[in-house]
T-cell receptor
């Protein structure tokens, strides 16, 4: 089945130690998104790729970076994780049409110790 | 650790009853709306969508109502089942490819009592 896959499901990292979360898709969607979701809150958009074009949200900290080496893969890099970065990180994909929803992965739960 | 989040509004219903979850959206330029269901530890799952040229759309056991006058969206679930227990988010999107960003509203936790 076509889907969005995130690895790992759970990630524990040390305070200040760089960490990378990965997302892959078999939907051939041209737009990929990274969301941060904290407990009992709505997902918050960090950035997205429209094809190869990177689009950062204005309030996304510089600590968060992303790479999209090809259509299928997208990575979220957290350069120096702080305790406040502990959250669920959700990857989503969509086509560029305006009236289509997003397909989400199952998320990666990040714990910072 | 993770910072404490806001307390989600909770709707508690008896199994078999109908549920109505409400959402107020803010952007009058939004013309596409989606309801997502999110179970614990999982990503949001698409339930149903509606375009702004409609005021009602029905799916299997679910109905979405859109009132553009007061910028209100609701999700009705018929004959609620224990498997419907989850957090439900509404999301809105403004028209146009450049504005292809989905903005989530605050969620509502649905608890179904057997």
């Amino acid at each position: 089945d076509a889907m969005v896959i995130q690895n790992p499901r759970y990630q524990v990292t040390q305070f200040g130690k760089p960490v990378t979360l990965s997302c892959s898709q078999t939907l051939n969607h041209n737009v990929m998104y990274w969301y941060q979701q904290k407990s009992s809150q709505a997902p918050k958009l960090l950035f997205h790729y429209y094809d190869k074009d990177f689009n950062n949200e204005a309030d996304t900290p510089d600590n968060f970076q992303s790479r999209r080496p090809n259509t299928s893969f997208c990575f979220l890099d957290i350069r120096s994780p702080g305790l406040g970065d502990a959250a669920m990180y959700l990857c989503a994909t969509s086509t560029s049409g305006w009236n289509y929803g997003y397909t989400f992965g199952s998320g990666t739960r990040l714990t910072v110790v | 650790g993770e910072s404490v989040g806001l307390h989600l509004p909770t709707l508690s219903v008896q199994e078999g009853d109908n549920s109505i979850i409400n959402c107020a959206y803010s952007n009058s330029a939004s013309d596409y709306f989606i309801w997502y269901k999110q179970e614990s530890g999982k990503g949001p799952q698409f339930i149903i969508d509606i375009r702004s040229n409609m005021d009602k759309r029905q799916g299997q056991r679910v109905t979405v109502l859109l009132n553009k006058t007061v910028k209100h969206l609701s999700l009705q679930i018929a004959a609620t089942q224990p498997g419907d227990s989850a957090v439900y988010f509404c999301a809105e999107k403004p028209h146009g490819n450049a504005g292809n960003m989905l903005t989530f509203g605050g969620g509502t936790r649905l608890m179904v009592k057997p």
